[in-house]
């Protein structure tokens, strides 16, 4: 997500910190990098034209110009204008009073409406909300059915009516029987199209007079950039739309199109999906993304994937495990599955501090079989190998490797890192009567609330 761009933005940050003084001649260099860098990265041009002409406003002030730092102000101002792109929008769901909520999950087909809608479902459900899902795309019965299973696999009540009934009869029947049965969201996913129709429109409108909804989502495809924008600009004209939700954030390196939907549409971005799993759709944060692009990570996302896979019972169970010195292999494979259930690496790695610039000595990236062969070497020990790695001796490190399918090699290195990761954890404050556990919990509860608090920069 967004990996062109912040490349080329962070070589035009690096190259002004060889400046001593930054001169209009140098900025108006440092300009037309970032405007490139927009451009390519398929920003509106009319945003593009905009941005620059007020970062230039900005960076040709005599203060950036004399200062000692002229890179972290010109950092600073483009930050802060980025962030003006997006406006004050919170993400997420406003807030309102009305029950049950009416979501109407709007798009042409393709952007991913009906997977949308299950996730949606799956973020209402971690709120403490009850959602109802149902689909009135009636001319394709496999959305239907493909609603109804995703519905299933998310724990998700489907309501799927018999008889043949219209698109609007459906959104009506799942209303009526979300309050019967007490339940305080519906998520109504819509038929999509190839292109925008009278057709489509008019059976929009049937939708939303038959259920008054209270919001109004559409799901654009990150990936088609300008072109979602458009899309966008277009249903908010007809029916009017309250949010964009960017699908396929995870696999669109430029970002043209989070960039230029609120000022091209007028309408805030909600929600971004970020990968495949029910589970990767977050609320959209414009002070985080634009932290991500700008090369400063994203820790509260981070901290909050963890937060969901990790319960504190679990987490408190590790941190006696590690006082007391009993981390094992066992312990350390639980973690490493805990870790995958958070999502890609690659993805989770992107979210820390000055990744980009790791990464790029990575050559082709994380490779995730490593993880894939670690777990299988530890399955392919004994209860009492993974719990006393003391005792695998020479014979059984081979049937170990035979077991796994790696080699000898590969189970040294794995058992020579575990040593040392051990040997970390205990220095960190694993030792018993440490007291170090608390200390760095607190530490890490401060500096999640100097995060939330509004940044200087």
Not at 156 to 176: I, W
Not at 221 to 230: N, P, S, Y
Not at 391 to 406: C, D, E, P, Q
């Amino acid at each position: 997500m967004f990996e062109s761009l912040s490349t080329r933005l962070q070589d035009v940050f690096r190259s002004l910190r060889g400046e001593a003084r930054l001169t209009p001649e140098i900025v108006e260099a440092a300009l037309r990098e970032i405007r490139m860098a927009l451009l390519e990265a398929d920003v509106n041009f009319r945003v593009v034209k905009a941005f620059v002409d007020k970062v230039r406003d900005r960076a040709v002030d005599q203060e950036v110009l004399r200062s000692l730092t002229p890179d972290q102000h010109v950092v600073r101002i483009v930050r802060d204008e980025m962030l003006a792109l997006f406006g004050d929008t919170q993400g997420g769901l406003p807030p309102d009073s009305q029950t049950p909520r009416v979501i109407l999950v709007l798009g042409l087909q393709g952007s991913g409406k009906t997977t949308l809608t299950a996730k949606l479902g799956r973020w209402l459900t971690r709120q403490g909300r009850h959602p109802m899902l149902v689909s009135t795309d009636v001319r394709r019965p496999a959305a239907i059915e493909q609603l109804t299973v995703l519905g299933r696999q998310a724990n998700l009540r489907v309501h799927d009516p018999q008889g043949d009934l219209g698109p609007a009869s459906r959104a009506s029947g799942a209303l009526a029987q979300a309050k019967t049965l007490g339940f305080d969201a519906v998520l109504v996913d819509t038929a999509g199209r190839l292109h925008i129709d009278d057709e489509l429109m008019r059976e929009l409108e049937a939708i939303k007079d038959a259920v008054a909804p209270t919001d109004m989502l559409y799901v654009a495809d990150a990936m088609t950039g300008q072109d979602a924008i458009k899309s966008a600009g277009e249903f908010n004209r007809r029916v009017g739309i309250s949010g964009v939700v960017l699908t396929k954030m995870d696999g669109d390196a430029r970002g043209g199109a989070a960039l230029s939907v609120v000022s091209v549409v007028g309408v805030p971005i909600a929600f971004v999906g970020s990968g495949e799993r029910l589970d990767d759709l977050e609320s959209f944060h414009a002070e985080r993304v634009v932290s991500r692009v700008l090369g400063m990570g994203d820790v509260l996302s981070l901290i909050e994937k963890a937060e969901q896979v990790v319960t504190e019972e679990d987490a408190v169970r590790l941190e006696d495990k590690l006082r007391r010195a009993e981390f094992t292999l066992e312990d350390f494979r639980d973690q490493l599955r805990t870790i995958r259930r958070m999502g890609p690496l690659e993805n989770l790695l992107g979210m820390l501090p000055g990744f980009a610039q790791v990464k790029n000595r990575l050559g082709d990236g994380v490779d995730e079989k490593q993880i894939t062969h670690v777990e299988a070497i530890i399955d392919s020990m004994t209860p009492r190998e993974r719990g006393h790695h003391q005792i695998i001796n020479g014979s059984r490190r081979k049937r170990i490797a035979r077991g796994s399918g790696t080699s000898v090699e590969e189970v040294n290195r794995l058992l020579k890192q575990f040593v040392q990761m051990k040997k970390m954890l205990k220095m960190m404050g694993g030792a018993p009567g440490g007291g170090k556990g608390k200390k760095m919990r607190k530490q890490l509860g401060a500096i999640r609330q100097m995060m939330d608090a509004e940044r200087p920069w």
